[in-house]
């Protein structure tokens, strides 16, 4: 959920132009489009024009950023079906494997939102040091900070899952034979049989049974 909430989020990088007073302008952009709000509320917003004209490193966000929300999708699907508590996908041994790919698909998509929230933060970062950048100078926004927390999640929650393969190896469930129904008379006959009876014999009146 936080992978993919960063995607229509605004803030990817932030800048303002502070007043005497108050905020004159704040300047913001995301993998889609740059914006500029002013004091008043209102923002003007250009979306980029062509996809083909972009800078290379919006180009491998998008898709890394896209990538990852699919992967996710996928892993929470093969996750529900490895769980327990679940009807489907069979045995235990079978559940434990669809959970470990679960958990490696999850991996995959922490992974790439890791990598594509730290390309545009390093891009963000190597332009407000670079003294030789004229243009305007960003710095990092909400949405990288959302993006590197749900990537760790991923992260985090598909080594859990992978480790279910290794509890599931290393406790396997014991089976039961069934014998077959044995009569009353014949399983006492076997109790009577097999442990002798040291005890005097005792003479109870037929009421006595419940």
Known sequence: VLVSSTLPTDY?????????????????ANL?????????????????????ALDGYIQACRGLMISA?????????FGLVGMKCTKVGGSDQ????????AGLIFILSGLC???????????ITSEFFDPSFV???YELGAALFIGWAGASLCIIGGSIFCFSIAENSNSPRRGYAYN???SVMSSRTKVHNSVPDKTPPKHF??????
């Open 12 to 28: 990817w990088k932030v800048s303002t132009i502070d007043g005497t007073v108050i905020t004159t302008a704040t300047f913001w």
């Open 32 to 52: 889609w489009k740059t914006c500029v709000t002013d004091s008043t509320g209102v923002s003007n917003c250009k979306d980029f024009p062509s996809m083909l």
């Open 69 to 77: 929300v699919c992967l996710g999708f996928f892993g929470a699907v």
């Open 94 to 101: 079978t559940k434990a494997k669809i959970a470990c790919l």
């Open 113 to 123: 939102s890791m990598t594509s929230c730290s390309l545009y933060a390093n891009r």
């Open 135 to 137: 243009a305007q100078k």
């Open 180 to 182: 077959g129904a044995a």
């Open 205 to 210: 009146d037929k009421n006595a049974y419940v």
